[in-house]
């Protein structure tokens, strides 16, 4: 009775259905700004932090293995769909499994691996950056639409060095988001029972 129990049922599949759908229209807003060259590595900013607050009250729907697994999957298909690369799903596999460790570790009970979750969970924005160190001219070759200046000025604010940078971003502003999202829902997150 307690291994059905622990399986994924259909509310739960609605629930991820539901929360995947509110984060990826957070993440289609401000991928917007993304038109704008000085906004595209800020996006390893605000998309962690504004998708902290419904990531969080996802996570106190949380009770069992796999729901945001299949979350990171749905975000990392979300954006092929959109034109972007298959890395953001490699890199989701990886946060995907990474995140569900960390939630098991403190029973789906717990503040801080939830917000160590929200960290964790964010990386997977990092991987929408890859091509732009691994492959700029093919990452360029589908948007020439933008313009030169555009691919210019966006070309000089993504040297090497960056990578790492923006790949730590994801984390901590997914951290920071998380926090956020806690203070903001205290009330759920007493009323599931995580402390």
């Given at each position: 009775?307690?291994e ?6 259909g509310?739960d ?8 759908a ?30 902290g607050?419904?990531?969080?009250l ?9 729901m ?8 990392g ?18 946060s ?6 960390i ?11 939830a917000?160590?979750?929200s960290g ?23 948007r020439?639409?933008?313009?030169q ?7 000089s ?20 988001g998380?926090l ?16």
């Open positions: 009775m307690k059905k129990a622990e399986k994924l049922n509310k599949l609605i629930n991820i259905g539901i929360y995947s509110i984060y990826f229209v957070i993440v289609f807003a401000v991928a917007l700004l993304g038109f704008i060259p000085i906004f595209m590595p800020l996006l390893t900013v605000l998309v962690p932090i504004l998708g607050i419904p990531f969080m996802f996570l106190t729907k949380v009770k069992k293995a796999g945001v697994f299949i979350m990171t999957l749905i975000m298909i979300m954006m092929q769909l959109t034109g972007m690369s298959y890395y953001a799903l490699i890199v989701g596999l990886f995907g499994t990474v995140s569900e460790l939630l098991k570790k403190g029973n789906y009970r717990s503040t801080q691996c917000v160590l979750t964790v969970f964010s990386i997977w924005v990092w991987g929408n950056f890859i091509p732009l160190f691994t492959n700029i001219d093919k990452y360029f070759s589908t020439q639409s933008f313009g200046e555009y691919i210019d000025t966006l070309t604010l993504m040297p090497t060095w960056m990578c790492p940078v923006l790949f730590v971003s994801c984390f901590v502003c997914g951290v920071i998380g956020i999202g806690r203070s903001v829902l205290k009330k759920h997150f007493v009323k599931a029972g995580i402390a």
